[in-house]
């Protein structure tokens, strides 16, 4: 039996990795100017950054519609095949719950499994990636559910922004927000923890938080998989590959970049870094 592994645009899978690997993805949605544009597909992530810097209005997103995910699985199934959909934090969009509404209007097939991967970004996206290795090496879907859960919780992302500002118009600051009030030039570090936003530290620029990131990634050594993610300046991707070359993980990152989606919330000149631990 084949397994079809699904997704939502907020994985920020690179495209041509998400190609190669056959990973069906479902665009969420950002609104800017009254236009309804769809990550991936109706905007461009380049235009969207420089929509997000220049528009007066401040873009918001929201999640796919539960018809976009029942059309996605109902073509799955026509296809024969079981279904695996892998999605963002409950606790930062609604799309979880889309995902199981379609699934109860198509009358609630076993074959479809639904998993809230308590993540984001590109954290998200490397827990997918490792779900289609699964769904090749064994075929029984409770089993690959439990591996993916497994490995949802050994995962981890860990982000400097530029500022807070973007979070928290987004009203996706959680509990970040006791940053709020501090220093206006200081970077804050944020870790993705249980589904939610929690604040780590400030750095006074963001060198040094980028500099931070590393030090903590070696903190959680060994790992499995690692990515690094930028959303406007892809020097800070670089940056931070350099710091992470002189550390003693032997895992090549793979550079992805924040799509419309996270980065309405990120905002411009964030940098970060998600990885997989072994144990």
Do not use: W
């Amino acid at each position: 039996m084949t397994i079809s592994i699904i997704t939502d645009s907020a994985s920020d899978i690179p495209k041509d990795l998400s190609e190669a690997l056959g990973v069906r993805i479902v665009p969420c949605h950002v609104l800017i100017d009254g236009n309804d544009y769809r990550d991936g597909i109706d905007i461009s992530t380049e235009t969207f950054y420089d929509r997000l810097q220049n528009s007066p209005t401040f873009p918001t997103t929201s999640q796919p519609s539960i018809a976009e995910f029942q059309a996605l699985y109902q073509e799955e199934l026509n296809k024969g095949h079981d279904i695996i959909s892998i999605h963002v934090s409950s606790k930062l969009s609604g799309t979880v719950n889309s995902a199981l509404q379609a699934k109860l209007a198509l009358g609630n097939p076993p074959n479809i499994i639904i998993i809230d991967s308590k993540l984001a970004s590109f954290a998200l996206g490397l827990v997918t990636m490792r779900a289609i290795e699964l769904s090749k090496q064994q075929q029984d879907l409770g089993a690959i559910q439990n591996s993916i859960v497994d490995l949802c919780n050994k995962t981890h992302c860990i982000v400097a922004l530029d500022t807070l500002d973007n979070l928290y118009r987004g009203g996706r600051i959680g509990k970040a927000q006791a940053f709020l009030g501090g220093m206006l030039s200081v970077k804050p570090i944020l870790h993705l923890k249980d589904g939610e936003v929690h604040p780590l530290e400030r750095s006074r620029s963001l060198a040094r938080a980028t500099n931070r990131l590393s030090q903590m990634f070696e903190e959680y050594l060994p790992v499995t998989d690692v990515g690094i993610i930028h959303s406007t300046n892809a020097d800070n991707s670089v940056n931070l590959l350099k710091l992470l070359s002189t550390t003693d993980s032997p895992i090549k990152p793979i550079i992805s970049q924040f799509g419309p989606t996270l980065g309405t919330h990120v905002g411009p000149n964030a940098v970060g870094i998600c990885f997989i631990t072994s144990s």
